[in-house]
């Protein structure tokens, strides 16, 4: 039986909500918004919303936020897992302001109080900034009436999810009767996330858009929807059955997802699918795409694969990995949703990132391959993550998933445990020492938690409480307490309370792993010598910094640079008895001397080509290395060895913006970086007293300067020089160095 839609105006809400809705076209509301609303959420009641993709939770989650602001009980923090997520939101919640609505946004600066949040009614931040911002105790928390947790099903991912229930945990201990609203996917135990929050649950299949989901083989796909098998003949026309599957939602003018399982196969498989495209694109839209391909492959030193990815955008397809940088990975994005390009083949991470619907998915590869782990399937969540892209509101009447079969039998298992099958539960991944040792460290650094009693009454609130046994809990928060007491992170009294001890306070602070910190601790207290290499693989001997991967016909290659750094290094190497150790260290040495390149001034092309990474690995390498820099110089303040602060300050500006000791002050001025600050040491201005004193005219005709980078480099010296916003933002744009490190790079695995 279809369900009725309710009108908005029939909500309790304030007036001038309605009316701002409804002048952006939002009258009605979907049927799960509507179970949502006849819920006590509007009376501050904790709600988890567990529905399908473009099924409105977002709308939910504002109105709620926008009822708790204008009612008076307190600003609205909207947590998400990714950045990118995160500016998506942002961009759409400044509509909000013309009811006087301000909204503000931190991904950044984990060592920063976030103060300029303060004045904001909407703050938005992932997870981990949240976090990072208890861990200071920020006074305006105590301010907060409404947490939004987006994509709360994440806690059931390794890495986000012990993160995302220790927040929520602290927020409702350290904020009296805030109230939680939580978005999530359909996911089987959505019960147990209500329990856990004290929530009324809504949950619901509904989509604006209806899914059918199915398998494809021999020239046909079986779709599965509402007990009902349909099938669809797909025209083979083409060498390439893909293609044929592809082509035939185009030839209805719909657009395309294809996901495969390696970046390798994202290149291949748009390779494959580029030539039969033109036909579906208009000529304007082809001079589009020529732009924007120029944009990203057209100068002489791009690296290859952004010149590939340009050639594929200018034939209206484009691959999407994690190994793209940011403004490649934006203009791709937006070129899909302006149905410019008609296909992007991708990672499961875009499943996971910004809203990016199509009229059919198609799921190529079910199987993932990890080299400690081998080919396994998929869990039915990611699967069902993909597959509800499918459908784009306001142009689709329908929406499909499908997946690629090669044999009968295979179609039957494709069937039977992905098309017909719930997704699996979600379970706490808190169990994990690593996690606990951080979060238990964060909680007695804010004097948050002082004994075993308040420690025990924390962990109560998590999810983790909620599904595992107590003899399990205990035996985790026990070792957890004595890796940090042993370490000299936390002291216990003779009355049995926790402190931490200075070192420990700042750890928690830099928000990086307590091992990390020991390891530093110990390594940089035996020496006061140093050298570049030592310093940047002991950073990358720590856990909180991403690796590349060492491949079995590298290996051999850095085996011998280890050996040609052994006396500089201030790890030794592990004993070679131990496989999976030594494939580690190896790993450490090659991002280390990819490192060392950066800050060499190796030309990205090189770098991207050297190491067989793309510049978003590039990107997130040195953030994380550059934090990690700025860690080690505060430990060694903290340690008083002091002899190795001024090289970790320099070396820290150096991976910053990828230079030389000789231009770092040139790098320092907006809108030059590595590029320019070299060609003007090039022509012996060296300083800025050498830049104050040449001609604006002569600077200007230094090549890659031009007129607009002189007169910022001028203004920004001291003289009277006006530049318009356009001017200011093409300077943003042009700029060729990493300025903002914190805000680059999504935290992307794959």
């Given at each position: 039986m279809e369900r009725k839609n309710i009108r908005l105006e029939e909500l309790d809400i304030n007036k001038r909500i309605i009316t701002h809705l409804q002048a952006q076209g939002i009258s009605e509301l979907f049927p799960p918004q509507a179970s949502a609303f006849k819920t006590d959420v509007l009376n501050g009641k904790n709600l988890v919303l567990a529905i399908p993709t473009s099924s409105g939770k977002t709308l939910v989650a504002e109105i709620c936020m926008l009822k708790a602001i204008l009612d008076g009980r307190g600003k609205a923090l909207y947590l998400v897992p990714l950045k990118s997520l995160a500016r998506e939101k942002y961009a759409e919640f400044k509509k909000y302001e013309s009811l006087g609505i301000t909204t503000s946004m931190s991904v950044g600066d984990y060592d920063s109080p976030g103060k300029s949040l303060h004045d904001a009614d909407i703050v938005i931040v992932t997870t981990e900034r949240a976090d990072s911002l208890v861990r200071h105790k920020v006074e305006w928390l105590n301010d907060v009436g409404i947490v939004v947790a987006d994509e709360v099903h994440l806690i059931n991912d390794q890495k986000r999810g012990p993160t995302l229930e220790m927040v929520l945990a602290k927020l409702t201990q350290i904020v009296k009767d805030i109230q939680i609203v939580a978005l999530s996917a359909t996911i089987s135990n959505a019960n147990q996330i209500a329990e856990w929050l004290d929530a009324e649950l809504v949950r619901d299949t509904w989509r604006p858009v209806p899914l059918s989901e199915g398998v494809y083989l021999d020239g046909k796909i079986s779709f599965y929807r509402d007990g009902k098998n349909t099938q669809r003949r797909i025209n083979r026309t083409r060498r390439d059955e893909l293609a044929d599957v592809v082509c035939d939602t185009l030839d209805e003018d719909g657009q395309v997802l294809v996901f495969v399982s390696s970046r390798r196969s994202t290149i291949a498989v748009a390779k494959?699918?580029?030539?039969?495209?033109?036909?579906?694109?208009?000529?304007?839209?082809?001079r589009q795409l020529s732009k924007?391909?120029?944009?990203?492959g057209g100068a002489p030193s791009a690296p290859e694969a952004s010149k590939i990815l340009a050639r594929l955008i200018a034939n209206g397809a484009a691959f999407h990995h994690a190994g793209l940088d940011n403004k490649e990975?934006?203009?791709?994005?937006?070129?899909f949703k302006e149905n410019l390009l008609k296909v992007i083949v991708a990672t499961p991470t875009l499943a996971a990132g910004v809203n990016l619907p199509s009229r059919r998915v198609i799921v190529r590869d079910y199987r993932r391959y990890e080299p400690e782990r081998g080919s396994y399937p998929i869990p039915i969540l990611e699967y069902k993550q993909m597959a509800g892209r499918a459908g784009r509101p306001k142009?689709?009447?329908?929406?499909?998933?499908?997946?690629?079969?090669?044999?009968?039998?295979?179609?039957?298992?494709?069937?039977?445990?992905?098309?017909?099958?719930?997704?699996?539960?979600?379970?706490?991944k808190l169990a994990s020492p690593r996690a606990v040792r951080a979060h238990l460290l964060a909680s007695v650094a804010a004097e948050m938690t002082r004994n075993r009693e308040e420690i025990d009454s924390l962990i109560?609130?998590?999810?983790?409480?909620?599904?595992f046994d107590q003899w399990e809990i205990n035996q985790h928060v026990s070792s957890a307490l004595g890796f940090l007491e042993e370490g000299s992170l936390i002291e216990t009294s003779t009355d049995g309370s926790y402190t931490a001890t200075p070192l420990g306070k700042r750890t928690s602070e830099l928000y990086i792993d307590p091992y990390t910190a020991i390891l530093l601790r110990d390594v940089l207290s035996e020496t006061d010598d140093h050298n570049i290499i030592g310093i940047l693989h002991l950073i990358c001997h720590t856990p909180d910094q991403p690796l590349t991967y060492v491949t079995k016909s590298e290996a051999e290659e850095y085996e011998v640079t280890v050996d040609d750094y052994l006396d500089k290094l201030m790890i030794e190497p592990p004993i070679e008895e131990s496989p999976r150790a030594y494939?580690?260290?190896?790993?450490?040495?090659?991002?280390?001397?990819?490192?060392?390149?950066?800050?060499?001034?190796?030309?990205?092309?090189?770098i991207t080509e050297r190491y067989n990474v793309g510049m978003g690995d590039v990107h997130r390498f040195v953030q994380s290395a550059e934090w990690l820099t700025y860690a080690a110089s505060e430990i060694s303040r903290i340690i008083n060895a002091t002899?190795?602060?001024?090289?970790?300050?320099?070396l820290r500006s150096r991976?910053?913006?990828g230079v030389r000791s000789d231009i770092l002050e040139l790098v320092d001025l907006k809108g030059v970086g590595r590029v320019r600050g070299r060609m003007l040491h090039s022509h012996n201005l060296v300083n800025l007293p050498d830049l104050y004193k040449v001609p604006i005219e002569e600077l200007a005709r230094i090549p890659t300067i031009g007129t607009s980078i002189a007169e910022s480099i001028k203004k920004q010296l001291g003289f009277d020089i006006k530049l318009t916003d356009t001017e200011t933002e093409d300077l943003i744009d042009d700029d060729d160095s990493i300025d903002s490190m914190q805000t680059l790079l999504e935290d992307f695995g794959a």
């Open positions: 494959k699918l580029a030539p039969f495209l033109r036909r579906y694109i208009s000529d304007e839209a082809m924007g391909a120029t944009k990203i990975r934006a203009l791709v994005e937006d070129y142009y689709d009447e329908y929406g499909e998933a499908v997946l690629i079969a090669r044999t009968e039998p295979e179609q039957d298992f494709l069937i039977d445990n992905y098309t017909l099958s719930e997704p699996e539960e979600i379970t706490s109560a609130g998590t999810f983790f409480s909620h599904q494939s580690d260290f190896l790993a450490q040495i090659k991002t280390a001397t990819l490192l060392q390149d950066w800050i060499s001034e190796k030309t990205e092309k090189d002899s190795h602060i001024h090289f970790l300050h320099n991976l910053r913006y």
